[in-house]
Each structure stands twice: as C-alpha cells, then as structure tokens.
C-alpha cells in the first residue's frame, strides 16, 4: 500500500474519531437536557394532577350544591350519582339503594325517550327533552333535561350526565294558558262583534265568522289566516254608503296608529257598524292591530225611537194637569213640570234645590211626607192626601201618588211623585155629603109622611067599607038588584083604592136599604114567594137550578121575585101555564130571568111597563106598580132589567144583580 493511502485513510480515521467525538458531546448534551425536562414534567405533572384533583372537587362541590338536580348514569340507565335536588325530586338515594331511569319513565312518555337517547348517543348531547316521570311514591312529576355524554381517553362514551329542571308548575300554568288560550280563540270566532287582528305587515293573525259575513267574504275564518289586508279597504268599500269616507277613515286610523272608540260607518242596506281600532305594542315596538266592528243598527233605532218616546212624554208631561215632582233620596227636588209650579205657584227656579217635605205642608202634616217617603225608599209605592200651602198661602189639598225611582243598577235613589189639587173636589164632596144627609133627612121624613098618608087615608077607607057592610045588613032584603050592585062596585073601589095605597108605601121604601146587607139564600126566598102567591092547578113553577146566595134586604128581594112571578101567574090564559126561573152567572154579576108562556106584551109597550101607575090591563088587581117596584129594586142592587116578549107567545123578563 502506498504511503499516499495510508495517510488517506489516517486523515478519514481521525475525522471519524472527530465526528464521534462530537456526537458523544451532543448526545451526552441531550441526555443531560432529557434528564433535566424529565424531572421538570415530573415537578410539572404533580402539580397538574394536584390542579386537576383540586377542580374535579370544586366541580364536584358545584355539582352537589347546584340549584336544579343533576344525575350521572351509565348508558344502560343505572344511576352512579346524583345530586341532594336531584335526590329530593325523585325520592331516591342512590348511595343506599340501585336506580334506573328506565323505570322513572311515564309509559305514554317511552317511546320519545329512547328516541332522545339515540339522538344522545349520536349527537353527544340534547336540550329541552320534556317527558313525565315517576318519583319514588309514584308522584308524576314533568320535567325538562339538558344532557350530554362523557368519554374515556380513547374518546369512547362510557356514561351521561344531565341537569334536570322540575317543570310540574309551568307545565299546569303552561297548560291553563293554552286552554284560556283556546277558550279565547273560541270565544273570538263566535264573538256577536266582527274582529280582525292583523300584525305590524297588515298579516291577517285571526278573525271570525262575524267578520266574513259582514264584509261578504264567501270563506271560513281559518282560510284567512296569513292573507295581506293591504287592499282589503278599497275591496270593501263598494259595501259602504260613503265609499270615499270609508277608505279616508281607515287610511287616517293606520296612519295615526292610536286607538278608536266608536266610529259609525253606514253600510248600503242601512246597517250601521261601530268601529273600534287598537294598536298593539310590545314595548316601543309596533307588533300590529286589532279591528272590532259591531251591528249596532238596533241599537241606533232604539235610541232614536227612545229619544222620540222621550220627546212625546216630556211634552206631556210638561203639558198635563197633574203637577210632577222628581225628587232624591234625601227628598231634594230635582224635576218639576210646569203644571206641578202652577199648583204650588212656585217657578222651577224656585223649587229645584229645595226640601219638598219641608216646603209646601202645613205642620200637622209634614209627618205624612216623612212616613210616606219612607215606605217609596223601602220600595212601596203609595197614594195618600195632604193639606198644603201653596206660595200666596193659600190652603190647598193635593192627592199625591209616589212610586220609588230606580237607576241602570235596580237601586233606589229617590222617588217620582204624580200631585192633583183636589181642593175643589174635596169642596164638592163636603157640599154633597151636606146634600146627602139633607136628602137622607128628606128621605126618611117622606117615608114617615108616607106611612101617615096611608094611615090617614086607609082610615076612612076603612070607615066607608064599615058602613057600606052596616047599611047593607041592616037593610039585607029591602035594597033592589041594581043598588046591591052599585053597594058591590063601591066595595071593590075601595078595594082597590086599599091596594093602591099600600103599593105605593111599598114602592117609596123600595128603592133604599131599610136594614144592613145579609147573606141571601135564594132558595129559601122562593119557597117564602111559592107559600105566599096563589098559584092555579093548572099553572107549573119550575126552578130549572139552584139558584146563588147574594147579599142584600131579604124582603126586598122577595118582594122583586113575587112581583115578577104574580104577573106571570096573574096574566097566563093557556091551558098549562108555565114559570120557569133560571140564572147565569157572569164574572161580576148574577142574570136572572123569569119565563111564562101567558099573554105577551106588544113591542111597543115593553118601556112604558116599568113607569108608576102604567098597568096594560085595567082590572083591580093590577095597580101599575108592581113593576116599577121591581126596577127600584134592580136599580138599588146596580143592576138592569128588560125583557122579550111576543104577543100571545109569553113574556121573559131578565135583570141582573151585582156580586
């Protein structure tokens, strides 16, 4: 080998010996500042896991002391901690006793469940899962988790953790909002009134049925929902009687954006709508509007009707005789009319203001004032007399006739008085009070002047029929054939003469009551009559029912039947002579009737036979007086009395007597 090589491969030696040299400097070097860095992670890594250990503490404090329950579960669902909220929501305490969520679940709740736990699993966390769950005694109780999953160092979930809120009270409150919710829409939709609720773009939100046949729009409300109610004005206004005002109207109210109360519109079949528009917002922000149209057609004709009626009674009431008076509850007048201050002769301006109790009475009857406005304020009505002065002093007397008034809510709060100036009536009534005890004095002296007269004059009847019967015993055999006769027609003159003078005391006593009213059986009235009247074989007396009690002078009341039936009796020329007496009763009165099948009255005489002294038949036992005794009678008890007749076919004769 040349000396060249050699010194080559020295040169490559050495430099090789060089590069090892400094590699083992830089190795010895790294290991050095390997050893040094291991020691400063170790140093490092203490205090990391100390920090570590220190925050998972913490975590853990917050987790035990957290306001909401907080659980941590294995994917299968067994409980491994849980939180004292989440312990004091479920009943159970997971250190002493075995947990699974599975079986807290409420069955109509599963199937979501295990649907959020895939999305869990997939996702790695849920929010608001809502669900109804079981406490350990069985409570349900609604609650709402936010979740999420927890992974080894390999990024592999091992378990779930979820902070659970007990929303039991929400969800009640939440329900009863939707259920005041719905009631609302409903009560909306079937609202008498049209609305429509649009939002701040003119979006319908909600409207009614009210409002679709107002404004003739051929669909159901729900169909409207979302439609644009920008145009809607001019599409409406053909409706409207002034189109051009309508659409003024409105564009004016959107454009103010404050509410309306009570705007009329007037449609062209002549309904009138009232308007009402209120903006809705939500701090300073415009959200939108609600529209309330309501038919208030019936209402704007009653009040125009109202006003008319009102007009009418306040011109009559202004106009009329009576003097009325409106006065408060503390007897303060508040109305007069102009008669009531013609009465009083006080102006309006004059009385309005003042105390009516304590104006007009005199002292002695302001008590009537105080006790009469007490029974109006009790709620009585009432009616009763005062003695008054009015403004020149002058004594006056007012019938008064009070009801309480009543305001819109049924309280009374004083009284309306109607006032009539009786003075002169009453004047009348002293003056005829003073005619009728003249006249009841003249009466009673007429009847015992009657009574005298009869006396006097039956007396020296009485005398000549004596001495006719003593001229005709002591002569018996001498007197011829005609002066017999004439001795007999002075004796039946007499007679009559006898009879016409007790017929008329008993027609001047007939028309008074003689003694106090009594109860009547009219039955036994005419079992009295049949036993008194003579009444032919051949003539029948039929009581076709039974007949009423009545009040009233049990003579005179036989003495209108036994005049009644004599005639019928007394004027029968048939074979088989018929009475037949009968009633009707009626609401205020008894029509009785009394039938023969005699002779009959002619038309023309029917009025003439009730007048004194007017007898069809000229014989000694009819005095025409009979029937104007009966009409006495009749007239006395109230009633009336007529009758029907044929000539030859019978007489009926009907009168009526007041219950």
């Known amino acids: 080998m040349s000396q060249e090589k050699i010194d080559i491969l020295q040169r490559t030696l050495e430099r090789e010996r060089a590069a090892r040299r400094a ?9 050095r500042e390997l050893y040094e860095l291991s020691e400063e992670l170790k140093v490092t890594n203490a205090k990391l896991k100390a920090s570590v250990s220190e925050k998972t503490s913490q975590l853990a404090g917050v987790f035990e002391n957290i306001i909401d329950a907080y659980l941590v579960m294995d994917l299968s669902g067994n409980v491994l901690t849980m939180n004292d909220a989440a312990c004091a929501l479920f009943g159970f305490d997971v250190s002493k006793e075995s947990l699974n969520v599975n079986h807290l679940i409420h069955p109509e709740d599963a199937a979501y469940t295990r649907a959020s736990f895939k999305e869990l699993i ?32 390999n990024q592999k979930p091992i378990a779930a953790q979820g902070i659970i809120r007990d929303i039991t009270s929400q969800k009640v409150f939440d329900d009863k909002l939707i259920e005041s919710e ?210 020149k002093g002058e004594p006056r007397n007012w019938l008064i006739s009070g009801a309480p008034n009543y305001n819109i809510q049924g309280e009374i709060i004083g009284s309306i008085g109607i006032h009539l100036d009786i003075t002169e009536l009453k004047t009348l009534e002293k003056q005829k009070e003073k005619i009728l005890k003249e006249l009841e004095k003249s009466n009673n002296e007429l009847y015992e002047y009657a009574h005298i007269v009869s006396h006097d004059l039956k007396s020296p009847l009485r005398s000549i029929d004596a001495l006719i019967s003593w001229i005709k015993s002591d002569n018996e055999g001498t007197f011829d054939e005609e002066t017999l006769q004439n001795f007999n027609m002075i004796e039946a003159t007499l007679e009559t003469m006898e009879k016409l003078i007790s017929n008329i005391l008993e027609y001047s006593s007939a028309g008074s009551e003689t003694k106090e009213a009594e109860s009547i059986d009219l039955n036994t009235t005419m079992d009295d009559v049949k036993r008194l009247l003579f009444v032919p074989d051949h003539i029948t007396i039929n009581l076709l029912k039974k007949l009423p009690i009545v009040k009233g002078d049990p003579t005179k009341f036989q003495q209108l039947f036994q005049n009644l039936m004599s005639n019928a009796i007394k004027f029968c020329n048939k074979e088989q002579g ?73 007489t009926t004769f009907f009168f009526t007597i007041k219950k």
């Open 578 to 650: 018929i009475v037949e007496i009968d009633y009707v009763e009626k609401p205020s009165f008894y029509q009785f009737s009394v039938r023969d099948n005699g002779i009959g009255i002619e038309k023309k005489y029917h009025e003439r036979i009730f007048k004194i002294f007017h007898s069809l038949h000229k014989n000694k036992e009819s005095t025409g007086i009979g029937l104007s005794i009966v009409k006495k009678i009749v007239d006395l008890y109230g009633g009336t009395i007529w009758l029907k007749s044929e000539l030859g076919e019978g």
């Open 182 to 391: 719905n009631r609302l829409a409903t009560l909306i939709l079937n609202l008498d009134s049209a609305i429509l609720l649009e939002d701040e773009d003119r979006k319908i939100v909600l409207t009614n049925a009210k409002f679709c046949e107002i404004f003739k729009i051929p669909v159901a409300p729900e169909m409207m929902i979302g439609q644009d109610c920008s145009n809607a004005a001019e599409q409406s206004k053909s409706l409207f009687k002034e189109p051009d005002i309508f659409i003024e109207t409105l564009n004016e109210i959107l454009k103010e954006k404050k509410q309306v109360i009570g705007k009329e519109l007037v449609m062209n079949d002549g309904t009138i709508l009232e308007l009402d528009f209120v903006p809705i917002i939500e701090g300073n922000r415009y959200k939108g509007h609600l529209w309330t149209y309501r038919d208030i057609t019936l209402k704007r004709q009653y009040r125009r009707s109202l006003e008319t009626q009102k007009e009418k009674y306040s011109s009559i009431i202004a106009n009329m005789n009576l003097g009325l008076v409106e006065v408060d509850s503390d007897d303060k007048i508040l109305m007069v009319n102009q008669s009531f201050c013609e009465m009083s002769g006080y102006s309006e301006e004059e009385l309005i203001g003042k105390i009516g109790g304590k104006m007009f009475p005199i002292a002695k009857d302001e008590h009537i004032i105080t006790e009469e406005n007490k029974k109006r304020m009790a709620g009585e009505s009432n009616s009763y007399e005062i003695h008054v002065t009015n403004k």
């Open 122 to 153: 997939k996702k790695g966390t849920f929010s608001n899962y809502t669900a109804r769950v079981y406490t350990k005694t069985k409570e349900i109780r609604w609650i709402q988790i936010n979740a999420s999953l927890i992974y080894d160092a």
């Open 23 to 31: 590699a083992e400097k830089i190795l010895e070097d790294k290991s």
